[in-house]
């Protein structure tokens, strides 16, 4: 470990980012508490009762509320954080794009839960994939670890001035976020360290400089206002990785726009976000020992989509097999949609999308190893049997 | 006026410079306005205080007329006032007449 001394510690997914939270310090956090992201709240109000940090927690009565105060307490130029899941993310949609409209550079912790209905609280990346268009940059995580270093790292990402906007860093609700795992905390000195001072841009609460911040853009104006947005968002992907990269020198933990797992020389790749990845990769292992060249693509930064990165890494494979752990019903999954367009220029692959583990459904090995052998079968073959199917599913 | 392209605008939108409101000119969204009949006013500044977008014009604590520009004819201060002896001193009128 370069530079640092670190701790490991054994703490569930949402002990780990509210820990995170609390080396980070920002003003407010207003935040509604919510099935599976609890947690994080349920810990962090304690820090904030045992006078741990200065932050000032404001309990609102929902979601669209927490969102709200956070968009004010930003914009009057505080350092923001807030939870969610689920519904209450979905409570906030109208909010998260004035959010990035304001341009301001919240942090929202989100343990992605099923949506309703059925009512359903267990993990899956509906509600993380229903945000995609809300230009918050999303980050996601494989496990405890990896939520935890996103936080530490996303006010550096979105506080960027070339960014500033909103951040999500995602993990999986119950399966991460409520599962101990042994993890490494950094210092307190090295996150202050790190993540340095806030300046706010255009704050509110400057009462010397008085301002207006949105107002009505009618047709003559409004398409500019969003091009500059998308620009910011593109932005993003550099900073992502320097960002990343100054990270791994501390503490010598590499993260990069997605992660590649034996996918140099791969013929039959899956790819999957979150903690599936981690199933995924000790069958990989399995089917190398086979002799079967099996990898994995992990996207970690999902907006911006690395596409062009993305694409040069899949463009040699015979086969890939794009895991959702979400649906657009009638569509293919929003995983596939992203891959597909970022196959698209290469001509490369053959590419098929399986959906799982919706509402909370366990992705077993053995249901992994079925998935590896298809898509080996299809990387011979060179035609899909089917494009989109539910696997784990009765029928 | 030329108009800003996108990488032109100021961050966020944000509109940094006060006040500036006053420049842009709502009064032809009027068709009915306020016509002031000085005989008839008391001075009492009902209509300064009513007006929901400052177009009444006061000096030295008097009434002395509309910000046509801006007023945009809601017909607040012609409810409001009480005039003189049952006689307004603020009427509406329809624009153009």
């Known amino acids: 470990m370069a530079g640092t001394t670190t701790k490991t510690v054994a703490v569930t997914g949402n002990q780990a980012v509210a820990e995170a939270l609390r080396q980070l310090n920002p003003d407010v956090m207003p935040a509604y508490p919510i099935t599976p992201s609890t947690g994080i709240m349920e810990s962090f109000t304690k820090f904030v009762s045992d006078g741990k940090v200065d ?30 899941s689920s519904q209450g993310m979905a409570l906030m949609w109208e909010m998260l794009h004035i959010a990035s409209g304001y341009r301001l550079p919240i942090l929202m912790a989100l343990v992605n839960r099923a949506l309703s209905a059925p009512l359903n609280i267990h993990g899956d990346h509906s509600d ?32 960027h001035k070339d960014v500033r906007l909103p951040i999500a860093v995602n993990m999986d609700g119950f399966i991460i976020s409520h ?64 960002v990343s990269a100054e990270f791994a020198k501390m503490t010598g933990r590499k993260y990069e726009l997605f992660e590649s797992y034996r996918l ?66 009638g569509g293919y999954g929003p995983m596939f949609m992203e891959i597909a367009s970022a196959v698209y220029p290469h001509r490369g692959p053959v590419l098929f999308n399986k959906i799982y583990g919706l509402g909370g459904r366990d992705l077993m090995p053995l249901d992994v190893d079925q998935v590896i052998e298809e898509t080996a079968e299809v990387a011979k073959t060179g035609k899909a049997k089917m494009m989109k199917e539910y696997i784990t599913v009765r029928n | 006026m030329k108009q800003m392209n996108w990488k032109e605008l100021p961050h966020a939108g944000t509109v940094l410079k006060a006040g500036n409101a006053n420049e842009y000119k709502t009064g032809s969204w009027r068709s009915y306005k306020p016509r002031w009949i000085e005989e008839n006013c008391i001075q009492c500044l009902f209509c300064w205080i009513y007006c929901p977008d400052s177009s009444v014009t006061v000096k030295d604590e008097k009434m002395t007329g509309f910000d046509y520009d801006h007023c945009k004819g809601c017909g607040i201060c012609a409810m409001e006032c009480p005039g003189k002896k049952g006689n307004k001193a603020i009427v509406m009128e329809e624009e153009g007449k």
């Open chain 1, 264 to 329: 140099e020389d791969a013929e039959v790749v899956l790819v999957a976000l979150n903690s599936a990845a981690g199933t995924i990769k000790d069958e990989v292992d399995r089917y190398r020992e086979k002799g079967v060249k099996a990898g994995l693509l992990k996207p970690r930064l999902f907006r911006p989509f690395p596409y062009e990165e993305v694409g040069a890494a899949l463009k040699n494979a015979k086969a890939v097999c794009v895991m959702d752990r979400a649906d657009s019903y």
């Open chain 1, 179 to 242: 599962s101990i795992e042994s993890m490494q905390f950094i210092t307190d000195e090295d996150v202050k360290k790190f993540a340095g001072d806030y300046i706010a841009m255009d704050p509110l609460l400057d009462i010397d400089h008085p301002k207006s911040i949105g107002a009505l853009v009618l047709p003559d104006y409004y398409m500019e206002h969003k091009r500059v947005q998308h620009e910011a968002m593109i932005n993003a992907k550099k900073v992502v990785s320097d």
């Open chain 1, 128 to 159: 993380g994939m229903g945000m995609r268009d809300c230009s918050w940059i999303q980050l996601f995580c494989e496990n405890a670890q990896e939520a935890y270093d996103n936080t530490i790292m996303a006010y550096r990402i979105a506080e």
């Open chain 1, 55 to 84: 932050t000032e927690t404001i309990l609102v009565e929902s979601e669209h509320s927490a969102m709200s105060a956070c968009i004010g307490a930003a914009a009057a130029g505080g350092r923001v954080a807030t939870a969610t």
